[in-house]
């Protein structure tokens, strides 16, 4: 058991969407990523997704509406309901996913990587590239 210091984990962070995961619970991941501009329309048919801004600004596109996310706050998008996160500038984001969530949700899960990636990323399956482990053990 070691502490996590999410200011310097994110500060380890080069480059924006592209999640790292900094600690695991049960069967559910922690991941820190730095955002900016906007990702791609995608739903996760079978998880929850928990976004909790821990610096800037953040606004979850959903087809019926927008939601305005600042520091301190969080939203959670339930499983099946296609959304598209923006951020205007760079925002730090905590997200709280079942292991099992593929980055790209639906767009990874019935053709595999996409060919339309959000900018700063690879088509990784899972986006929690884990870099060096921040509590000392290997990802």
């Not at 767009?107 to 509590?135: H, N, Y």
């Amino acid at each position: 058991m070691e502490k996590i210091d999410l200011t310097a984990a994110l500060a380890a962070i080069e480059g924006s969407w592209s999640p790292r995961t900094v600690a695991q619970v049960n069967d559910v991941d922690i991941k820190l990523v730095k955002l900016e501009g906007d990702f791609v329309w995608h739903h996760h048919q079978h998880e929850d997704e928990l976004f909790l801004v821990v610096r800037g600004r953040l606004t979850m596109h959903f087809r019926d509406r927008d939601v305005e996310l600042a520091e301190g706050q969080l939203l959670v998008v339930p499983r099946g309901v296609e959304h598209r996160p923006e951020a205007d500038g760079e925002c730090h984001v905590l997200l709280v996913e079942p292991r099992s969530t593929l980055r790209l949700g639906n767009l990874e899960s019935v053709a595999g990587p996409v060919a339309q990636t959000p900018p700063g990323s690879s088509p990784a399956q899972r986006g929690d590239e884990a870099g060096p482990s921040l509590e000392g053990r290997a990802r």
